[in-house]
């Protein structure tokens, strides 16, 4: 069973004073004064463990686990560059309480620990860091303002040939794995060049008479690899009981050609019947099936998952909201500020929102929580002396709600908010609620720093 924190502290070089040095050790110090956050991260380590090995590798305790995730997301490094640059220097093995005489961790040790962290945990993390906040007098939460933005999954862009021609790959792969590496008799033909040709020439045809035929034969290749993963399930689940490595390709087998299914019948219904098939009924990824396909304003369009963040006074965030779908801005004002009122036990003086929010349905409810200024950045009809108690406080209020834009730009570029690496939905919340807690944390560093 894994351990809280090291029984004894190794040996470990001096500081320099360099300024990344000062605030790796000032976010040293707050995570030292919030004992519940390694709890939290100790109950997914252990989690499904109930006796206590005494031989063998301690493995990572939840502290090291916990800081070298937030080394991970401070600096946007792959989990190669994390474990070379945890080995390398002397500041990031003093953060992650590593002593001169440990070698520090491969890459596999860290992908498999931090990816234990459940988004629940980050979220708890993220909440603990707010309550050590308001102690702190750094943020109170008197002041709120609301914005959406977009984290892509990390896919190709979703056109439907490729996605036939990587369902025909994919299922190819797997079935060539059941025959070789287990012996086990499956017929079928291997049509991925076949596939890949017709993929090619469809997206280099000049107009619909040429791409047509083309996506026809494309159909029936997958339709035939399709056939062919049917019939491999069948012969697998009389020999998969015993053997649990055949367990896990049957359900991979399975996985795929559900996946394959519902590429297949949404592009049937688009090329030959010449239907317009809506988004919540398409996979837009085989291998990132939970990705949403985001249209904003009209104009940009996003595959991955809408966020909507609550921003504070102090710059933190106070909230991150990983939404499923596309819902309207003016769906989610209620949600988000009830979620405040859940973290700080009361409602915010003052809120300022995106015009995407903006209708009087919403302003209602807003002023019925007691909220005595809100302001919408675009009024839709709405006055200036409904929502706030003169125009000077809107205008301010407006100011305000423009700030969270350039946090938003903050987490993109500095935190690999653009664009999510990891792989499952559930992965993707971790790696979205880890980056807000990383930027939090360096936030509330600086601000120390800053009143020392």
Same mark, same amino acid.
């Given at each position: ?79 190669e560059d994390l474990a070379f640059h945890i080995s390398d220097s002397r500041a990031l093995r003093r953060f992650c309480r590593i002593g001169i005489a440990d070698k520090g961790f491969k890459k596999s040790a860290l992908n498999t620990n931090i990816k234990m962290i459940s988004p ?132 991979e087998i399975k996985h795929y050609g559900d996946l394959a299914r519902k590429v297949y019948d949404q592009t049937f219904r688009r090329v030959v019947q010449g239907e317009s098939v809506p988004a919540d009924q398409k996979v837009f990824s085989l291998f990132e099936d939970h990705t ?46 009830? *979620?405040?009122?859940?973290? /700080? ?5 003052? #809120? @300022?929102?995106?015009?995407?929010? %903006?209708? &009087? ?64 939905? *559930?992965?993707?919340?971790? /790696? ?5 807690? #990383? @930027?939090?944390?360096?936030?509330? %560093?600086? &601000?120390?720093?800053?009143a020392v």
């Open positions: 069973m894994r351990e809280k924190h090291q029984k004894q502290m190794p040996l470990i070089d001096p500081p320099t004073g360099h300024p990344r040095e000062k605030e790796l050790e000032a976010i040293s110090i707050v995570l030292d004064s919030i004992p519940t956050i390694c709890d939290h991260v100790l109950q997914d380590l252990n989690k499904g463990k109930i006796l206590k090995s005494r031989t063998g590798a301690r493995g990572m305790t939840a502290e090291q686990v916990l800081r070298a995730a937030v080394v991970m997301r401070l600096y946007s490094f792959t989990y629940q945990t980050w979220e708890f993390i993220s909440r603990d860091l707010l309550a050590y906040a308001k102690d702190e007098k750094i943020e109170k939460g008197r002041k709120a303002r609301v914005d959406c933005t977009v984290v892509e999954s990390n896919i190709h862009p979703p056109l439907d040939s490729v996605q036939l021609y990587d369902a025909v790959r994919v299922i190819a792969r797997l079935l060539i794995k059941v025959r070789d590496e287990f012996g086990i008799k499956v017929v079928f033909t291997d049509h991925q060049r076949r596939a890949k040709k017709r993929m090619i020439g469809v997206q280099y045809a000049k107009g619909d008479k040429q791409r047509t035929p083309l996506y026809k034969d494309l159909l029936k290749v997958t339709r035939k690899t399709i056939g062919y993963a049917i019939q491999t399930e069948k012969a697998l689940a009389r020999h998969c009981s015993a053997d649990p490595l055949l367990l896990g390709l049957f359900s949403d396909i985001i249209i904003k304003d009209r104009r940009d369009t996003y595959y991955g998952h809408k966020i909507c963040m609550t921003g504070g006074a102090s710059n933190l965030i106070l909230d991150c909201v990983i939404l499923e779908g596309n819902p309207a801005d003016s769906e989610l004002v209620e949600t988000m500020l009830d *979620r405040q009122h859940q973290i /700080y036990g009361r409602y915010p003086l003052k #809120a @300022a929102l995106d015009g995407g929010f %903006a209708s &009087k349905d919403n302003l209602v409810k807003a002023k019925e929580r007691k909220i005595k200024d809100v302001c919408f950045s675009k009024k839709r009809g709405l006055k200036e002396a409904d929502m706030c108690r003169s125009d000077y406080v809107y205008k301010k209020l407006r100011q305000f709600r423009a700030g969270i834009e350039s946090g938003i730009s903050w987490l993109k570029r500095s935190f690999g908010l653009t664009r999510c690496t990891w792989k499952g939905f *559930r992965s993707f919340k971790s /790696y979205v609620l880890s980056s807000v807690v #990383a @930027a939090n944390l360096l936030t509330i %560093a600086r &601000k120390k720093l800053a």
